[in-house]
């Protein structure tokens, strides 16, 4: 079975989307790396080469470093799922990442969107 079209996208078309999400809400481009390198384990440098490289997603999360073990404290909908309750686990990855880049863009507190257990 083929996979969602979302999997072959590169994550360096997706990258300015959630950028200028935070920034039309008064946030930052930092604020956006922040999560993501917490979420997937990427340093900066890390993060940069898969934007050069135009990783597609699935490639993105399969050479993360480490998914943060607290991934599985996101909870909540994301264009009309919630989280928690997705099966397929790129996709839950992803979704993850979608969720706390809108917790960025709605200013919820950094300590808040960083789950700790």
């Not at 079975?1 to 360096?12: E, K, Q, V, Y």
């Not at 950028?19 to 922040?34: C, L, P, S």
């Not at 997603?57 to 909870?75: D, G, H, R, Y």
């Not at 009309?80 to 960025?104: A, C, F, S, T």
């Amino acid at each position: 079975m083929a996979g969602h079209r979302i999997f072959t996208t590169s994550f360096a078309s997706i990258y300015p989307h959630y950028v200028a999400k935070a920034e039309r809400k008064g946030h930052t481009k930092a604020e956006v790396d922040q999560v993501i390198t917490w979420l997937t384990g990427y340093d900066d440098a890390g993060l940069a080469k898969t934007l050069t490289d135009e990783v597609d997603m699935e490639t993105f999360f399969a050479q993360s470093p480490q998914m943060n073990p607290n991934a599985s404290l996101i909870t909540g909908s994301i264009c009309g799922h919630k989280v928690q309750e997705i099966e397929d686990p790129l996709m839950q990855k992803i979704r993850y990442m979608d969720k706390l880049v809108d917790e960025v863009a709605k200013g919820k507190k950094m300590t808040s969107i960083l789950r700790s257990s």
